[in-house]
């Protein structure tokens, strides 16, 4: 069974930093993609960052420049470091994964971020 347990989110002000963390568990193979998707209250679940296993990388217009994602292959782990944060990123961000033989989505249970004064 696979599992993705999210850690790092909190309560921070705005203009602070956090550091979301995301570890993959069970049999897997060929993790293709390791991503991050948020969801604020009322609104859609949207694609934040994302990092392919070759290393190529997408980030959302609206934190490019601000958020930076990376993964450690060895370690099933994939990490977004959020500097500059505002209060428009306040939301539950979900870790993802798109692997297997057929490329399946997995999902972490999320993690609640609020920027706040």
């Known amino acids: 069974q696979v599992q993705l347990v999210e850690s790092g989110g909190g309560l921070v002000q705005p203009g602070g930093s956090l550091r979301l963390s995301c570890t993959v568990s069970?049999?897997?193979?060929?993790?293709?993609?390791m991503g991050w998707h948020r969801q604020a209250p009322g609104k859609q679940r949207d694609l934040v960052a994302r990092?392919?296993?070759?290393?190529?990388?997408d980030y959302a217009g609206s934190v490019k420049g601000r958020f930076t994602i990376s993964r450690d292959n060895a370690k099933n782990t994939v990490y977004m470091q959020m500097n500059s944060l505002k209060p428009e990123d306040t939301a539950v961000y979900y870790c993802?994964?798109?692997?297997?033989?057929?490329?399946?989505?997995?999902w972490g249970q999320g993690t609640q971020v609020t920027v706040s004064s």
């Open positions: 993802s994964i798109r692997a297997g033989v057929f490329l399946r989505d997995y």
């Open positions: 069970g049999s897997i193979v060929n993790i293709a993609v």
């Open positions: 990092m392919h296993s070759v290393g190529s990388t």
